[in-house]
């Protein structure tokens, strides 16, 4: 950021527009400065887009359970997350939203709970801590719930903040339960 002020304060000099007596550098190092630092500039940002996570989701209507679940004649529903894109992404929250409440994942957990919806027999939700990383071209699966249990919980949808390894930040909504 010096070198650029520096070079645009030579510019300046050199074409009148500044009239001290101080010479900081000169127009060529001025100019050569300039595209060092827009090519750095081009090169990283091309690194950080190659680096993109790109997340998607899947809402699957599935008759066994893989988190191994209480048996269910009616089936489950299970929510798939895929990193689809080229680089990691690095969770730094989640947030849950109950029936338009926005709420903790203990708050969640208690909630379903007085709805008669019992954690690891009804239903497994993933626990994503600040720092896991997704890498690409894997899958996740955030939630399962038994098919029957999907009207008693009504809305839920989870809204994951995460960045990439350049720092880039980015938030992801997943509707899991809109009955």
Not at 146 to 170: H, P, Q, S
Request: with cysteine.
């Amino acid at each position: 950021m010096l070198f650029l002020g520096m070079s645009i304060f030579a510019l300046l000099q050199q074409n009148g527009y500044l009239q001290s007596g101080v010479k900081l550098l000169s127009v060529d190092t001025s100019i050569s400065l300039v595209t060092a630092l827009a090519g750095v500039w081009l090169t990283l940002k091309g690194m950080s887009l190659n680096a993109m996570p790109y997340l998607v989701y899947d809402s699957l209507s599935v008759k066994d359970s893989v988190l191994g679940l209480k048996a269910s004649k009616s089936g489950y529903r299970r929510i798939i997350l895929r990193n689809t894109g080229a680089g990691m992404a690095i969770f730094e929250g989640v947030s849950y939203v109950l029936r338009e409440e926005k709420m903790s994942r203990t708050d969640l957990v208690q909630r379903l709970e007085v709805l008669k919806i019992r954690d690891k027999e009804h239903y497994r939700l993933i626990n994503i801590s600040g720092g896991y990383a997704l890498k690409p071209e894997s899958d996740l699966v955030l939630l399962e719930i038994g098919e029957r249990r999907l009207i008693n919980v009504g809305k839920l949808t989870l809204m994951l903040n995460y960045r990439n390894a350049f720092g880039e930040r980015y938030e992801r909504v997943i509707y899991c339960i809109h009955t």
